[in-house]
């Protein structure tokens, strides 16, 4: 039934990330009525912060970097701005120079700057045609193997947790364009701060309520609970995994589903541990041996000791997704133990937060730039539209950015 004189446009938006909670304050701002459903018993998606020891943690993202533009505008609009914190950028590394790798980073800058108009956080179809080639193959190419291993590998493994093979070159010289002034801050008392304050004043359902979206030619989408309430909307915003939103739309056009089937994520478990002791002098310790194994492990003071925050991923995380909660804890405990011994020197370790996430970052691999050029989104449906990181960049900035991106098709759409 359409909605009557004065009734304000509605819109459901399935999922209540960052991309799906931007694209609902920002139709909010304009009028519309907003529901938000989301499957997760908290709201956030990857964004995911923990209590532990008085002080908070993050499980999930935990960097908001300098060039976020759009990012920060939600978090100044939301008065989060004055709560960021310098944060560091990852496990230091020696840069072996050798007259191989400083040309192969002079050549490294010259293809960034050819490439400079093509290379937009907001507007990732355009690097389509630079989209030839894996991200390791490319910085072996140039810079030689040695410097990959001893600077780029940390680099982006530590940002994308998986393998340079599995990133498209695109994501190097999009970096070296972002690089010069890029900081890292993280957020004061959790990164989770964020969607929490874009959800004030949505009405936002948590819980096991999985969506099914019904679009007829002609008629207004319907969105159905599989056991509550049915919508029957203006628009739908479809904020989920690629492969939720593929299993909502199976008509979708080849391009659309080409796009949504080829998306994957790296496999991640993050922990935190307490390590009972005095805090050593000299620098913070840092492990990272991806050689051993694919995790790194950082630490810092806490009160009477030292927390460890712990990343496993690729190979050791599917070994450890595969059992039950006590079993992960365990083995995550074994595994963190095994690398980090010389920090530990004996200590009691306690753990104190673990979280699996089988789809953590998403991958952005060779072709995934050539297929979103094919497919000219975000529109998927009549009345529907999609919003995800999986549609700009792998980022933060990316959800922020699509979800706006969202809105502004509805809008267009629909104008009030």
Known sequence: MAPGPGTPPRVVVVGAGMAGL???????????????????PVLGGRLRSREVDGGWVDLGASHLWSFYRQTRRWLRRSGLEGELIPAGAGPPVAWPLSARSIGGLVRC????????????LDRPARAAPLDSEPLGAYARRRCGAAFTAAVIRPAFEWNAFCPLDEMSRVLLLLAGRLVLGARPYRLRGG?????????QGLDV????????????PGRRPVVRCAAGPAW????????????????????????????????????????VFRVEGPVPAGPVPVRWDA???????????AAGGLRLAAVLYDR????????????????????????????????????????????????????????????????????VVLAGDYLCNPTIEGAVTSGMAAAAAVLQDQPV
């Open 22 to 40: 931007v694209a609902a304050r920002s139709l909010s701002d304009r009028g519309w009525a907003v529901t938000v459903l989301e499957v997760e």
């Open 205 to 216: 359902r948590c819980g096991p309520q999985h969506a099914a979206v019904t679009v007829t």
């Open 291 to 301: 050689d051993r194994g694919p995790g790194v492990v950082l630490a810092g003071p």
């Open 109 to 120: 800058g010259l293809d960034v700057a050819a490439a400079w108009p093509r290379l937009r």
């Open 232 to 271: 029957e909307a203006d628009a739908v915003v479809l904020a989920v995994p690629a492969a939720a939103a593929a299993a909502l739309l199976p008509a979708a056009p080849p391009a659309l589903a080409a796009l949504l089937g080829g998306v994957r994520h790296s496999r991640v478990v993050r922990a």
């Open 191 to 199: 990164i989770a701060r964020l969607p929490r304050a874009l959800a």
């Open 316 to 383: 050791w995380a599917d070994a450890l997704l595969a059992g039950d909660p006590a079993t992960l804890a365990a083995r995550v405990t074994a595994q963190v133990v095994e690398l980090a011994t010389p920090m530990l020197a004996g200590r009691r370790l306690t753990l104190q937060a673990v979280h699996p996430w089988p789809a953590a970052v998403t991958l952005f691999g060779v072709g995934h730039y050539r297929r979103l050029a094919a497919w000219p989104g975000p529109r998927a449906a009549a009345g």
